[in-house]
């Protein structure tokens, strides 16, 4: 679903990364013409001056941790030597969260743009563009868009100022979800499976064959031409609430109009639902939201009027991540969506470290009985157990992400498990 | 005495017990995941424990793991294949055609990304990976070595992301080294039997 397309877009305020006129493909061209490239020259103006735009900006990782992107950046810049890598995170495969694919297919210029700022401002002049192949059109017209690049002279001046040849690359990555891990992307584009690995290192120290390397999500990327453009100043106020810039929010489930919305950073959840999604669908209760994708913990009626930014939504004891709104209605089951989304967890599991796939895999099959009306208590006291003994047992936040969504469900709706008990 | 949480159920039971005894001692049911009640050969008590203070779960066989004092303790269910691996074991004896059928039945086994999940995963110990390995080259003989001890847990066939069945391919191995060669002891004491060298009670 795309709701970017219908005209009800044109009326919204505040759209940066999804205004009409930056909807040009793969069009280099098309992106001058709407004000492309001025981010790019800007940087290449004051180039020691990057990071600190970006940290009075306030910009923070829209991959999921809302990590803040100046310190990552500061990080990699201070590793020394030449050989770095920059990586734009486009793997995308989270159920609910599908904005860096509507990013990289229909406006891939202003990610690009934002990932060759980032090799100036790191150092780095190798920059990998990490794309899920199973998007239909996306890798492709990324591909189109990365050698439209290649050809334009601007790269000559990075590379100048770089003090060597830029290569800049599209390369498929596996579409397995856990690729997008930030420490699968570096074993990915090793030549290995996307297995994750230990942390530390990070791989802002050690990432691509051992070089330091800046991964941040398409999203992230995109923002920074346009914070280079107007200034930090300017993405401040595209915020409300004291939150700084916008956020693409996938919302889904139960309302009238899923889609993709891009609005001020802390717009409140019963706006995005009510005014953009519409409101609930067929005119049902609402009943809760997964917040920020299938592995974080619920929000319930009481926290409709949370400004969706990160620290708001943190404050409620839940997480924005990626931005994905899962909506639930009265008549949708909790445990029914809970057990499909651990399913999800337990089969995207890699198997490194066998309590997540045997724990996730358990969990799962607990969740069914009780899903399919055979459960029992016992079953629901194991499904405690197991959340208490999990997390932390693997090298990734796959594992601990199925147990949050598992624990918060149990927290919340306690109650609705219980109703479903056989015995 | 210490304290253990099983299954959600906290439970008391003696120093020096396994995990099993404090689940019995908890009064928790001993039906699915108890087989041989305590002498580790049926894999049947898998489960995830938690040390007090460890950084990890990890898997065990509750019946040879001590309990200790805040250990938390899931059992995990009967694990069921995504399919079955079914073979005549006295079609075996030829080497090539159960090198064929071993390929033919576990076709993922060349697929092993060596994530050694599987070895992490066994509770025995045993070098899961390396097994796999050495029946995909058509090694059955260390293969079989290596898979000695094995129980049949399926803790390395739920860990494994390939769905390789390690435990199974394991398991091919040794009927097929058993069928092509029966330990010696065995075979002279068949010997002894079938030649009425050996008296054999049978009761009426
Ligand atoms: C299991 C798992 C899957 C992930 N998948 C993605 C992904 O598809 N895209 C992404 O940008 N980040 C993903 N992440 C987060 C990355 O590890 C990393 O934090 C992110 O790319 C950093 O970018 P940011 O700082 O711009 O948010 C994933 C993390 C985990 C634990
Ligand atoms: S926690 Fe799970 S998904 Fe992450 S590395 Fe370990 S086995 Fe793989
Ligand atoms: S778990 Fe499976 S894929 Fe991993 S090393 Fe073992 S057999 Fe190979």
Redesign the interface.
């Given at each position: 679903m795309d709701a970017l397309t219908r005209d009800q877009l044109a009326i919204e305020p505040a759209r940066v990364l999804t205004a009409p006129d930056l909807l040009v493909g793969s069009s280099l061209p098309g992106w001058h013409a709407a004000g492309g490239g001025i981010g790019l020259r800007r940087a290449l103006e004051d180039r020691a001056g990057i990071i600190g735009v970006l940290e009075r900006a306030g910009l923070r990782g829209l991959g999921g941790a809302g990590f803040p992107t100046h310190r990552k950046w500061e990080a990699v810049a201070a590793q020394p030597g030449p050989e770095k890598v920059v990586v734009c995170n486009g793997n995308e495969d989270e159920p609910g969260t599908f904005k860096d694919r509507f990013l990289l297919g229909r406006t891939p210029h202003q990610v690009i743009e934002g990932a060759l700022i980032a090799a100036l401002a790191v150092g780095a002049r190798q920059v990998v563009m990490y794309v899920n192949p199973h998007l239909g059109s996306v890798l492709p017209t990324v591909a189109e868009a990365v050698a439209a690049w290649r050809a334009d002279p601007v790269l000559l001046e990075l590379a100048a100022a770089l003090g060597g040849p830029v290569t800049l690359e599209a390369r498929a990555s596996s579409g397995r979800y856990i690729g997008g891990e930030e420490t699968a992307v570096v074993a990915w584009l090793e030549g290995s499976?996307p297995?994750p690995r230990r942390k530390p290192p990070f791989p802002a120290e050690s990432g691509v064959h051992g070089k330091p390397t800046l991964i941040n999500n398409a999203e992230t990327l995109a923002h920074v031409p346009h914070i280079l453009r107007h200034g930090a100043a300017w993405f401040r106020s595209r915020g409300r609430g004291g939150a700084p810039g916008t956020k693409l929010f996938s919302l889904s489930g139960d309302v009238q109009r899923p889609g993709l919305y891009e609005l001020p950073m802390g717009t409140p959840l019963a706006e995005l639902i009510e005014e953009h999604g519409g409101g609930m669908l067929m005119g049902r209760a609402f009943k809760a939201v997964f917040t920020g994708g299938p592995s974080n913990t619920l929000l319930t009626a009481d926290h409709l009027d949370v400004p969706l930014d990160f620290d708001s939504v943190r404050a409620r004891g839940s997480r924005l991540g990626t931005g994905a709104m899962i909506v639930v209605s009265e008549g949708t089951s909790i445990p029914r969506r809970v057990t499909e989304f651990v399913e999800f967890f337990a089969e995207s599991?890699?198997?490194?470290?066998?309590?997540c796939?045997?724990?996730t895999?358990?969990l799962a099959?607990?969740l069914h009985r009780i899903d399919s009306g055979h459960g029992t208590r016992?079953d629901?006291?194991?499904i405690?157990?197991?959340c208490?003994?999990?997390p932390?047992?693997?090298r990734c936040g796959l594992i601990d992400g199925a147990v949050t969504v598992v624990a918060s469900s149990l927290e919340r709706f306690g109650a609705e498990y219980e109703s479903m008990l056989r015995g | 005495m210490i304290g253990v949480?099983?299954?959600?159920?906290s439970a008391q039971a003696p120093e020096g017990t396994t995990v099993l005894l404090a689940a019995a001692a908890a009064g928790l049911?001993l039906t699915g995941n108890v087989g041989c009640m305590g002498q580790g050969v049926c894999g049947a008590c898998r489960a995830?424990?938690?040390r007090d203070g460890a950084?990890?779960?990890?898997?065990v066989l509750a019946c040879e793991t001590r309990a200790e004092d805040g250990m938390?303790?899931?059992?995990?269910?009967r694990?069921t294949l995504p399919r079955q691996a079914p073979y005549d074991e006295t079609a075996l004896a030829d080497g090539w055609a159960a090198y064929e059928r071993m390929l033919e039945l576990f076709p993922n086994a060349q697929n092993c990304?060596h994530?050694?999940?599987c070895d992490?995963?066994c509770p025995k110990g045993l070098s899961v990976q390396t097994g796999v390995m050495q029946a995909t080259s058509g090694d059955f003989g260390a293969a079989a070595e290596t898979f000695a001890l094995c129980v049949m847990c399926n803790?390395c066939a739920?860990?494994?992301?390939?769905s390789i069945a390690p435990n199974h391919v394991g398991l091919f191995a040794r009927r097929a080294l058993a069928a092509s060669q029966r330990p010696t002891d065995l075979i002279r004491r068949l010997h002894q039997i079938v030649t009425g060298a050996m008296a054999v009670e049978t009761t009426p």
């Amino acid at each position: 679903m795309d709701a970017l397309t219908r005209d009800q877009l044109a009326i919204e305020p505040a759209r940066v990364l999804t205004a009409p006129d930056l909807l040009v493909g793969s069009s280099l061209p098309g992106w001058h013409a709407a004000g492309g490239g001025i981010g790019l020259r800007r940087a290449l103006e004051d180039r020691a001056g990057i990071i600190g735009v970006l940290e009075r900006a306030g910009l923070r990782g829209l991959g999921g941790a809302g990590f803040p992107t100046h310190r990552k950046w500061e990080a990699v810049a201070a590793q020394p030597g030449p050989e770095k890598v920059v990586v734009c995170n486009g793997n995308e495969d989270e159920p609910g969260t599908f904005k860096d694919r509507f990013l990289l297919g229909r406006t891939p210029h202003q990610v690009i743009e934002g990932a060759l700022i980032a090799a100036l401002a790191v150092g780095a002049r190798q920059v990998v563009m990490y794309v899920n192949p199973h998007l239909g059109s996306v890798l492709p017209t990324v591909a189109e868009a990365v050698a439209a690049w290649r050809a334009d002279p601007v790269l000559l001046e990075l590379a100048a100022a770089l003090g060597g040849p830029v290569t800049l690359e599209a390369r498929a990555s596996s579409g397995r979800y856990i690729g997008g891990e930030e420490t699968a992307v570096v074993a990915w584009l090793e030549g290995s499976f996307p297995f994750p690995r230990r942390k530390p290192p990070f791989p802002a120290e050690s990432g691509v064959h051992g070089k330091p390397t800046l991964i941040n999500n398409a999203e992230t990327l995109a923002h920074v031409p346009h914070i280079l453009r107007h200034g930090a100043a300017w993405f401040r106020s595209r915020g409300r609430g004291g939150a700084p810039g916008t956020k693409l929010f996938s919302l889904s489930g139960d309302v009238q109009r899923p889609g993709l919305y891009e609005l001020p950073m802390g717009t409140p959840l019963a706006e995005l639902i009510e005014e953009h999604g519409g409101g609930m669908l067929m005119g049902r209760a609402f009943k809760a939201v997964f917040t920020g994708g299938p592995s974080n913990t619920l929000l319930t009626a009481d926290h409709l009027d949370v400004p969706l930014d990160f620290d708001s939504v943190r404050a409620r004891g839940s997480r924005l991540g990626t931005g994905a709104m899962i909506v639930v209605s009265e008549g949708t089951s909790i445990p029914r969506r809970v057990t499909e989304f651990v399913e999800f967890f337990a089969e995207s599991s890699c198997g490194q470290c066998p309590p997540c796939k045997t724990g996730t895999y358990q969990l799962a099959t607990l969740l069914h009985r009780i899903d399919s009306g055979h459960g029992t208590r016992a079953d629901l006291d194991s499904i405690r157990q197991l959340c208490g003994l999990l997390p932390g047992s693997g090298r990734c936040g796959l594992i601990d992400g199925a147990v949050t969504v598992v624990a918060s469900s149990l927290e919340r709706f306690g109650a609705e498990y219980e109703s479903m008990l056989r015995g | 005495m210490i304290g253990v949480e099983i299954d959600g159920r906290s439970a008391q039971a003696p120093e020096g017990t396994t995990v099993l005894l404090a689940a019995a001692a908890a009064g928790l049911p001993l039906t699915g995941n108890v087989g041989c009640m305590g002498q580790g050969v049926c894999g049947a008590c898998r489960a995830l424990v938690r040390r007090d203070g460890a950084a990890t779960a990890e898997t065990v066989l509750a019946c040879e793991t001590r309990a200790e004092d805040g250990m938390r303790v899931s059992f995990l269910d009967r694990f069921t294949l995504p399919r079955q691996a079914p073979y005549d074991e006295t079609a075996l004896a030829d080497g090539w055609a159960a090198y064929e059928r071993m390929l033919e039945l576990f076709p993922n086994a060349q697929n092993c990304r060596h994530c050694s999940g599987c070895d992490r995963a066994c509770p025995k110990g045993l070098s899961v990976q390396t097994g796999v390995m050495q029946a995909t080259s058509g090694d059955f003989g260390a293969a079989a070595e290596t898979f000695a001890l094995c129980v049949m847990c399926n803790l390395c066939a739920a860990a494994c992301p390939e769905s390789i069945a390690p435990n199974h391919v394991g398991l091919f191995a040794r009927r097929a080294l058993a069928a092509s060669q029966r330990p010696t002891d065995l075979i002279r004491r068949l010997h002894q039997i079938v030649t009425g060298a050996m008296a054999v009670e049978t009761t009426p």
